[in-house]
């Protein structure tokens, strides 16, 4: 079928290296934004999240920064090994009449042995 | 491990055909979605309901429809398939909330012939 939307862009790394994922937001609105992390043939997986009183959250070799002030999120993987090589998304909660999950666009993540 | 169910996986069915993709939830979750994702492509919120008969169109235009007759349960139905419908169809669901994150199905992969 006819595709939507844009190619997704790619980020190749050395395994051990750290890894830095980029996400652009879209509605300054939002107070709570996700990140998944999509393998070949899945659906997405829950990452990390953060909400908008926050500008950083670290988890397991995960550190999410959020840059209110140019509606941008960043994706930190520390020590990136092969199992990470996927597709990455931010998503963000959007308030219209109540709470929607719009996905931002994705990143692929290669990790060079 | 997200309960989550979508069936089938893998469908291909010829143009002029009307289907249905099953999508259901096992966690009692009010807000349901669905994306539309081409290989290699963003996610597209297509579907999305807060509850019981409630529905919304998301912010790509879709020939489907769906139905929320029950909790756990949000099918989408294409009254008459074409090529142009060949895609990834992603079901999610999520508490009400904020500061809730979506599990996802593992996807129906649609070819319309």
């Known amino acids: 079928g006819e595709s939507v939307g844009l190619h997704l862009p790619t980020l190749s790394v050395q395994e051990g290296d750290n890894s830095i994922i980029n996400c652009a937001y879209s509605n300054s609105a939002s107070d709570y934004f996700i990140w998944y992390k999509q393998e070949s043939g899945k659906g997405p997986q829950f990452i990390i999240d953060i909400r908008s009183n926050m500008d950083k959250r670290q988890g397991q070799r995960v550190t999410v920064l959020l840059n209110k002030t140019v509606k941008h999120l960043s994706l930190q993987i520390a020590a990136t090994q092969p199992g990470d090589s996927a597709v990455y998304f931010c998503a963000e909660n959007m308030k219209d009449s109540s709470y929607k999950l719009i996905f931002g666009s994705g990143t692929r993540l290669l990790v060079r042995p | 491990e997200a309960d989550i169910y979508q069936t089938p996986r893998y469908l291909v069915i010829g143009t002029g055909k009307k289907i249905t993709l099953e999508c259901s939830q096992t966690m009692g979750h009010d807000k349901m979605y669905w994306y539309q994702q081409d290989p290699g492509m963003e996610l597209h919120l297509i579907h999305y309901?807060?509850?019981?008969?409630?529905?919304e169109k998301g912010d790509l235009s879709s020939e489907s429809t769906v139905s929320r007759i029950r909790t756990e349960h949000f099918p989408l139905t294409l009254e008459s398939a074409r090529p142009s419908h060949t895609s990834q169809y992603l079901c999610a669901s999520s508490e009400t909330g904020v500061v809730t994150e979506a599990f996802f199905g593992q996807g129906t992969r649609l070819t319309v012939v």
């Open positions: 309901s807060y509850g019981v008969n409630s529905t």
